[in-house]
T-cell receptor, first 111, second 112 residues
């Protein structure tokens, strides 16, 4: 079975500072990878997804970017954080024809 | 993106009561998933459904793949305090690849 490692678990960053959240996957190869943001403990907003190394699709225009430098590594970044970037960020991995396995999330607070 | 209408948005129930929630869409799905998210954690898969009419149980949880392929239902029997969390449905639309679309979630509070 897949295991998703996400870190850090919590992060407090000042406005205008850079961001790097990392997600790594164990137990599978060539997964589809996803970054979601969840505001106020409610719905999941899809930010980015990747079907392979270097392949990134963005769902919504925003202040964030994603990269997939290795098959099982997915990184969410920002050059300058905004207050509106605060939220709970979830990484998910999907094997073909299976559902998603989620990481434990990163709580980002921009102050 | 696709709209999955999940209802109710929130529920406050007494311990021991049964719970019902559902997801509907205008699209036809070939897979339905139900997830539970506890506070501060990522969602965890509860039940997966792959065929219209399929009824699958996981302990006190039972989920059904609607026969129209446009909806799914989750029932929790005899609720207990640890059932608290947000429940999400997720569906994969027929003939559109592997991406799943998530409902907006049902927040469940169980009062002891």
């Amino acid at each position: 079975s897949q295991t998703i490692h996400q870190w850090p678990a919590t992060l407090v960053q000042p406005v205008g500072s850079p961001l790097s959240l990392e997600c790594t996957v164990e137990g599978t190869s060539n997964p589809n990878l996803y970054w979601y943001r969840q505001a106020a403990g409610r719905g999941l907003q899809l930010l980015f997804y990747s079907v392979g190394i270097g392949q990134i699709s963005s769902e919504v225009p925003q202040n964030l970017s994603a990269s997939r430098p290795q098959d099982r590594q997915f990184i969410l970044s920002s050059k300058k954080l905004l207050l509106s970037d605060s939220g709970f960020y979830l990484c998910a991995s999907q094997r073909i024809n299976y559902g998603y396995t989620f990481g434990s999330g990163t709580r980002l607070t921009v102050v | 993106g696709q709209q999955l209408n999940q209802s109710p948005q929130s529920m406050f129930i007494q311990e021991g009561e049964d719970v019902s929630m559902n997801c509907t869409s205008s699209s036809i799905f070939n897979t339905w998933l139900w997830y539970k998210q506890e506070p501060g954690e990522g969602p965890v898969l509860l039940i997966a459904l792959y065929k219209a009419g399929e009824l699958t149980s996981n302990g006190r949880l039972t989920a059904q793949f609607g026969i129209t392929r446009k909806d799914s239902f989750l029932n929790i029997s005899a609720s207990i305090p640890s059932d608290v969390g947000i429940y999400f449905c997720a569906g994969r639309i027929r003939n559109t690849g592997n991406q799943f679309y998530f409902g907006t979630g049902t927040s469940l509070t169980v009062i002891p």
